[in-house]
């Protein structure tokens, strides 16, 4: 199982950015794994961003306080990618943001997680 993040980059704060996240393997069915994505600050623990699930042909999505009301999470299925639109980002929202994959129930924990990406870079100057 591989995924794939980009779309991180330079932005002033106040300003948008896109990532993607594609996830491939032979034996990976993304509608069965709920997509997360983290971010980890230099010195600090990675933590929790946002999360969606897939379940019964539905999402839900899920939230950390710090993100909630100017991120937002989506996933498309038939491509097997999973987004985080960024608006409004703030110099704290500087990072490395990986998106992680796992089975069943909603966690923030990072260890719950099965698969990861290997991150990109956002950094928002002041």
């Known amino acids: 199982v591989q995924l794939q993040a980009s779309g991180g980059g330079l932005v002033q704060a106040g300003g948008s950015l896109r990532l993607s996240c594609a996830a491939s393997g032979r034996t990976f069915t993304f509608g069965n794994y709920l997509m997360g994505w983290f971010r980890q600050a230099p010195g600090k623990e990675r933590e929790f961003v946002a999360a969606i699930s897939w379940i019964g042909g539905g999402s839900s999505t899920y939230y950390s306080e710090s993100v909630k009301e100017r991120f937002t999470i989506s996933r498309d299925n038939a491509k097997n990618t999973v987004y985080l639109q960024m608006n409004s980002l703030k110099p704290e929202d500087t990072a490395v943001y990986y998106c992680?994959?796992?089975?069943?129930?909603?966690?923030?924990?990072?260890?719950?997680?099965?698969?990861w990406g290997q991150g990109t870079l956002v950094t928002v100057s002041s």
């Open positions: 992680a994959a796992k089975r069943f129930d909603y966690r923030t924990d990072s260890y719950a997680y099965d698969y």
